[in-house]
């Protein structure tokens, strides 16, 4: 159900975290955190590193960054070519039959197309208070989107598997969700370009990407990230561990496995009151173990044996 994506792209206001986007419930964080990770990324490259911008400020990274994920699916190979931006009508386009059953979003869904990115972050600019409207709808509008922009038989292309979903149960994304948002098309995997298993094609990253990921399942040896996603050019990574998705980011670029560095995360469900600061010493000879806090085992899968210092913070469990 589309009702479970209700979430409005609204920014935290608490000092210090002007640049973070809030979750009030759970649901559909696999968006937010892919669009956050564009924030931070915009925010460390082409504003100095400055994470408590103005309201204004923050606006219009914002109107960037959804026009930038919608050109980028659009135009990824195989994409629509012009960007597709969904808005809220106000009344239905048409009416439930045997095939549809209206659910009060999809039946008043304006389309608007794009042919240049320019006129992209006019539109999302145009209706940006849609997306941001308190009630709801944001992601929703976002989502449509985004796999409008790419073409709903492209994304279908994307994917491994015929019956694979974008939006799983209780709302929450799937990876083809959270790589159509941040690579430009939902493939399924994570690992290096496809691997061929025994005449079934798997799809992962195609080549060195902006925004990386890293997971709590390769700890535990589910699947492992490919070098692609391991190292961003941007030092920003997805995070995603036990079913939620949040960012750690650098603001030093992709900074180098074997180096002292000094990260920064945030989650838009975590209700911080600050940014939390790790610093992380690799090859330091710390084995991983379960009891081990998430975010951790998370860290180590790309800094191996690594002593991770909270600052003084309290660990996340």
Sequence with gaps: ????????????????????????????????????????????????????????????????????????????????????????????????????????????????????????????????????????????????????????STVKVDMDEPGSVLMANHGYCSQELVNLMTMGYAAQNVFNNVIDLDGKILKGAREARDIGFLTLYEYYKVFEVGSYLKNPTSGVWVICSESHYSVLFSKNGCCNPHETTNLYYYDSLGNQDSLYKLSVYPDSGVQSNDDDPPLELCIRTRWKNAKVDWNGAEPLL
């Design 1 to 152: 159900s589309p009702y479970s994506a209700l979430i409005p792209l609204l920014f935290n206001d608490k000092p210090q975290l002007e640049f973070g986007l809030v979750q009030h419930k759970g649901g559909p964080c696999g968006i937010l955190a892919a669009v956050q990770a564009s924030v931070i990324k915009h925010l460390v490259e082409n504003c100095g590193g400055n994470l408590s911008p103005s309201n204004a400020e923050r606006q219009t990274v914002l109107v960037k960054v959804l026009a930038a994920i919608l050109w980028q699916a659009a135009n990824y190979a195989g994409g629509c070519k012009s960007a597709i931006v969904c808005s809220d009508s106000g009344r239905a386009k048409f009416h439930s039959s045997i095939l549809y059953r209206n659910d009060g979003i999809t039946e008043k869904i304006q389309v608007t197309r794009c042919q240049s990115l320019g006129a992209t972050e006019s539109c999302i600019k145009e209706f940006l208070p849609q997306f941001q409207n308190s009630m709801g709808k944001g992601c929703i509008l976002f989502l449509y989107s985004v796999v409008l922009s790419r073409g709903i």
